[in-house]
C-alpha cells in the first residue's frame, strides 16, 4: 500500500513581528523538518476504495477524531475540489506525534494526504497547486512540502528553503501539557511584549538563534510548562519551547551532556515523554 511519512518539525526560531488586521500574526521563523527521527514520525498509507475512510493506530492515537475535522480529511477534501472529482480511498494514520504540542504532526498529516492523493490518483497536481492548498490547511502546513531547513514568513504560510542549520545535541521532551495555539496568540496582548524588528531573512548566512517570541505569552496560559523548563535548565541544557507549546526542545554542549541528560529527565515521577535528535 503506498504510504507517505509524516515528520515532526522544530523551529529552532520564532520572531512574532506584528498583529494583522485579519487577526493571524506576522511571523519569521526558521524550521526544521525532522526527517530522521523514526520514532517521531507519522505514517499515512492508502489505496482507493468505495468511499473515503480515515483509520487512526498508534501510540498518539488516543482521543484524535477521523472525521471531517481532522486535517487528513480535510486535505482529501481540498484535493477533490481541485481533481473536480471524488477520490474515495482507505486511508491509515500511523500516530508517532503527540498532538498539540508544538511539533506540527496535524500539519505533517495533512501534508502527506496532498502528495498521497495526488500519487495515488494520479492527479499529476504541480508543486505550486499543492502549496496553494496546504496554505489552505494552516500556517504550518506548506513547510511540510518542501521538507528541511525552511525560512517561514507572512503568518508562516510563505515558504522559502534554507541551506540546512546543522542541529545542536537536542532533547525533546513532552510532559503531556496540550497548549491551544490560539489562545496563545490571544495571550500575546496580555503579555504585552514590543514587537521585533525582522532578523534571519534580512541577514543571509547569519546562523538563526535559539529563539521562540511566543515562550512568554504560551506560560501565561499554561503555567505548568515553567516546571519542565526549569527541570531541563536544571540538567544544563538550554530549553526553547516548541512552536505555541508544550514540548520542549532543549540544546546541550555535546551528545554526552544530552544522553546524562535524558537518564536524570527519564526518572521524573511525572512519565515525560523524551526523545533524542
Ligand atoms: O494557521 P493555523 O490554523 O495553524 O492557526 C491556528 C491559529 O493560530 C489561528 O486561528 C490564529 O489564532 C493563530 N495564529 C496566528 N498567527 C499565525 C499563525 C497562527 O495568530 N501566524
Redesign the pocket.
Known amino acids: 500500500m503506498p504510504a507517505v511519512p509524516c515528520p515532526a518539525k522544530l523551529n529552532r526560531f520564532l520572531a512574532v513581528l506584528g498583529r494583522r488586521a485579519d487577526?493571524?500574526?506576522e511571523?519569521e521563523l526558521v524550521t526544521t523538518v525532522l526527517e530522521d527521527v523514526p520514532d517521531l514520525m507519522d505514517r499515512l498509507e492508502g489505496e482507493p476504495a468505495a468511499e473515503l475512510s480515515l483509520t487512526i493506530t498508534g501510540p498518539m492515537s488516543a482521543g484524535l477524531a477521523a472525521g471531517e475535522t481532522n486535517l487528513v480529511i480535510k486535505a482529501w477534501r481540498l484535493l477533490e475540489e481541485a481533481a473536480g472529482r471524488s477520490l474515495p480511498a482507505a486511508l491509515r494514520l500511523e500516530k508517532r506525534i503527540p498532538h498539540g504540542a508544538g511539533l506540527g504532526g496535524g500539519s505533517s498529516d495533512a501534508a502527506a494526504a496532498l502528495k498521497l492523493g495526488n500519487t495515488l490518483f494520479r492527479l499529476g497536481l504541480e508543486d505550486s497547486v499543492l502549496l496553494g492548498l496546504a496554505m489552505r490547511l494552516?500556517?504550518?502546513v506548506p513547510l511540510f512540502l518542501l521538507g528541511g531547513t525552511v525560512l517561514g514568513l507572512g503568518?508562516?504560510e510563505r515558504v522559502f528553503p534554507l541551506r540546512p542549520v546543522p542541529l545542536e545535541p537536542i532533547l525533546l521532551v513532552h510532559a503531556h501539557l496540550h497548549v491551544s495555539?490560539?489562545s496563545v496568540?490571544r495571550a500575546l496582548q496580555d503579555v504585552g511584549y514590543p514587537f521585533p524588528e525582522p532578523l534571519v531573512s534580512q541577514q543571509p548566512g547569519m546562523a538563526p538563534p535559539w529563539r521562540n517570541d511566543l515562550t512568554g505569552a504560551a506560560l501565561w496560559v499554561c503555567p505548568p510548562l515553567a516546571e519542565v523548563r526549569d527541570a531541563l535548565r536544571d540538567t544544563g541544557g538550554e530549553p526553547l519551547l516548541c512552536g505555541s507549546g508544550g514540548c520542549w526542545a532543549a540544546r546541550y554542549a555535546s551528545d554526552q551532556a544530552r544522553d546524562v541528560a535524558a537518564e536524570r529527565i527519564s526518572s521524573h515521577p511525572g512519565g515525560w515523554r523524551l526523545w533524542r535528535l
Do not use: I
Open positions: 487577526g493571524f500574526h511571523l494552516g500556517s504550518d503568518r508562516g495555539t490560539p496568540y
